[in-house]
């Protein structure tokens, strides 16, 4: 049986989950506005993998004999300064969800729920994953950078990493 305070906190992380897909959807339609097709394309995608990563805990969350809730989202920002201003916001969020993961983690070993520990491992690596994606999303804009044809490279490249991540 899921200890109660392990399912009240899994219920938070499920709307967390919410949240960034809400977030990432508003960043998406912002690039999609303003003609960056690559980045939005992106965004769209990993607006639907946070979904995902919330429908897997809302998931377990009843498996495990607890009760998912069906979060309330709060509206996420809807303008954004630049498209390195978006994916500075991706890196700081993911960094947060990483924090927020870590602090679960913790908190299954307290309660001795090593049901829950093990399935939270796969958070454990997507986030290490996440991070190092929007990582390397920011090391590109700072290479190639964002005036003359750089704002076209960058988009065209982040749009192939959509491409390669959907084939994966
Ligand atoms: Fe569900 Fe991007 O963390």
Redo the contacts with the bound molecule.
Sequence with gaps: MLPKKIQSALNKQISE?AY?SNYYLSMASWCDREGLRGSAGFLYL?AD??KA?MMKLFHYVNEAGGHAIAPQIKEPPQEYKSVSNVFELTLKH?QT?TRLINELVELCLEEKDYSTFNFLQW?VA??HE?ERLFKSILDLIRIAGLEGRGLFLVDKEVGNIAGSLKKA
């Design positions: 989950e960034a990993h993998q946070e990563h993911e969800v958070y997507e986030q996440e």
